[in-house]
């Protein structure tokens, strides 16, 4: 028979409460329900627990907000959390808050049971983060709330024209057709209701007569192009004023639209100074790259590629492995700020190249990039240390944000 322990089990669902409870009270744990985060505080201000089952999704305070002020309150309390809107985001952001594990709901007896024991028993560790990261840890979670909620707010007619994005779906009844609508001029016509709802100059020509007829009355009013006085057809404006302006230098270079160039050995030599300029500027950047060195671990080519491309535009110095052999041999030859690292490489087992990292050098933040994402490798890879987890396809925004936060925590 288990020791008696001290479990705090969160839900605002009364009923998942009481189903949690029955069953882990089985293995003769002593539990205590609440059904909100404040609920839960003042509870755990008067009684030690040694572990926290919580929701995510609540009224008011959510469950990742819990577990930060339990993590910062009470450090020794372990912690556990349940959705049913299960995502990787908000599993790496529980983990990295100090949960030993994420249980998507539906989950069976047994599946609850087997979690409790690791934690309990401390088969799983706790993220080694700290404090200062948890705290710049940005909560959001942005998913479906309760309907009863939103009614007692706004009513129950909005509440019940809420869709699955939480936006009102209204129904827009399509306008009756007017016996004077022309579907050849796309509007009412006076003079289509005149003929009798027929058009047969528009019906031969498949065009609209009367807003072809506005279309030459307003052209006849236009002045021709006078290629001697004005410049540009879009602005036309005189020479004389152009070089009151700018001077006769600018004036002589201007084409006959109005734009500006320069001979072509004027434009090389401009063209010459910008590169220098660049150079300058580039060498000041691969003279500061060991504060953005980023290593990119990925045996697909084209992706290794492209993240090279989108990360050295930021002004990163950016080195890159394709295999196993590639990777360790770089992880081991320096030290990365940052390594973007692919969950599936040909001849690595399991998660053999972030402990390797992690092991080899522990100051480099790790960034996982998949295109088998799931809760598990989330969870998993999020204890063992890394920082973010990219489900593929991702775009270059998400990339790069990635790895500018990566590095801010790096600082």
Known sequence: MEPSVNIMVVDDERHICENV??????NNYRVE??????????????????LLISDIV???????????????????????????????????????????????????????????????????????????????????????????????AAGDRYAKMLGPSDMPVVEVKPIEASPDYCQVGDMICDIFAKLGATC??????????QKKARQKAASEGVKPFDHEKLIGIDQPFDYDEVVSVTGPEYVHH???????FLPYEQLKLRIAASTSERQAEM????????????????????VNNNIRKILTRKGFLVDQALTK???????????????????????VE???????????????????????????????????????????PFTPDEVRSAAENALRLAA
Request: charged fraction near 25%; glycine fraction near 4%.
């Open 21 to 26: 409870a029955k069953i882990l009270s089985k």
């Open 58 to 152: 609540m009224p008011g305070t959510n469950g990742l907000e819990l577990l930060k002020t339990v993590k910062r309150q009470w450090p020794q309390t372990k912690a556990i959390m349940m959705t049913a809107y299960a995502a990787t985001n908000t599993a790496v952001k529980a983990v990295r808050l100090g949960a030993l594990d994420y249980v998507p709901k539906p989950f069976t007896p047994k599946e609850l049971r087997s979690t409790v024991d690791s934690v309990l028993h401390g088969r799983l560790t706790e993220a080694a983060i700290p404090q200062n990261e948890r705290d710049a840890i940005n909560i959001d979670v942005d998913i479906p709330f309760d309907v009863r909620e939103v009614a007692s």
């Open 200 to 209: 047969k100059a528009g019906t031969k020509t498949a065009e609209c007569p």
């Open 350 to 392: 399991g998660l053999e190249l972030l402990r390797a990292v992690r092991t080899q050098r522990p100051e480099t933040r790790v960034i996982i990039i998949t295109g088998y994402a799931s809760i598990e490798t989330a969870v998993e890879t999020t204890r063992l240390g890394a920082v973010d987890y990219l489900a593929k």
């Open 325 to 347: 052999a590639e990777a360790l041999a770089r992880i081991a030859a320096r030290s990365y700020r940052l390594v973007l690292l692919d969950l599936r490489i040909p001849g």
């Open 283 to 302: 060498t000041h950047v691969v003279a500061d790259s060991t504060d953005r060195s980023i290593l990119v671990i990925d045996d697909e080519v084209a």
């Open 33 to 50: 329900l609440a059904m909100s985060a404040e609920q839960a505080l003042e509870k755990m201000a008067k009684q030690s627990f040694e």
């Open 254 to 260: 201007l084409d006959r639209d109005g734009f500006a």
